[in-house]
């Protein structure tokens, strides 16, 4: 199985600050890693998907890159609404797998 | 707008059976591969299974194939997860989610509320 591994587990940040958190897969993935965003007694949320897709409707702040076996989700600018947990998912093969999860937390 | 309704979840021994469902509205359901994801009461997300659009496919991680069958009636907009031989480690939160239009290899692009199961005698 595909092991997701993500860092930090948790990111302490002010409102206004730009951040990136790191998903490292256990061998390539290519490009078929996804990112969700959960907050707190909500369902997961796609925000980026294959590794740099842009979602419909998802604030332009959150952007993807990587691909193979080191991905990284950026947040220009963190506002209050995205405090929460963020996992990544790799599609490339079966079983499909997630990781962790990190939690970004008001500092 | 899509919408995806699961019921269904409940307390069960172990042992025991259970049966999802997850009534789809919104979007062309037949069009769609559908999966069930978990999550457990330490957060962790995990994913159950996956059925094809057309229900011919079906995929499993190891820990439940054999336990747990995903089907699917596109005629009724539903998506189902028969569960057996239910373990204390199945209890979580399940989320009925839809795949994106690239098929059994997408990602999640909408998911449900969730519906709770708690294995425990």
């Known amino acids: 199985d595909i092991v997701l591994t993500q860092s930090p587990a948790t990111l302490s940040v002010t409102p206004g600050d730009s951040v990136s958190l790191s998903c490292r897969a256990s061998q390539s993935i290519s490009n078929n890693l996804h990112w969700y965003q959960q907050k707190s007694h909500e369902s997961p949320r796609l925000l980026i998907k294959?590794?740099?897709q842009s979602i419909s409707g998802i604030p332009s702040r959150f952007s993807g890159s990587g691909s193979g076996t080191d991905f990284t989700l950026s947040i220009n600018s963190v506002e209050t609404e995205d405090f929460g947990m963020y996992f990544c998912q790799q599609s490339n093969s079966w079983p499909h797998t997630f990781g962790a999860g990190t939690k970004l937390e008001l500092k | 707008e899509v919408q995806l309704v699961e019921s269904g979840g409940g307390l069960v021994k172990p042992g025991g059976s259970l049966k999802l469902s997850c009534a789809a509205s919104?979007?062309?359901?037949?069009?769609?591969?559908m999966s069930w994801v978990r999550q457990t009461p330490e957060k962790r997300l995990e994913w159950v299974a996956t059925?094809?659009?057309?229900?011919?496919?079906?995929y499993y991680p190891d820990s439940v194939k054999g336990r747990f069958t995903i089907s699917r009636d596109n005629a009724k907009n539903t998506l189902y997860l028969q569960m057996s031989s239910l373990r204390s480690e199945d209890t979580a939160m399940y989320y009925c989610?839809?795949?994106?239009?690239?098929?059994?290899?997408?990602?999640?692009?909408?998911w449900g509320q969730g519906t709770s199961v708690t294995v425990s005698s």
């Open positions: 059925i094809s659009s057309g229900g011919s496919y079906t």
């Open positions: 919104g979007f062309t359901f037949s069009s769609y591969a």
């Open positions: 989610a839809r795949l994106g239009g690239y098929g059994n290899y997408d990602a999640m692009d909408y």
């Open positions: 294959y590794a740099s």
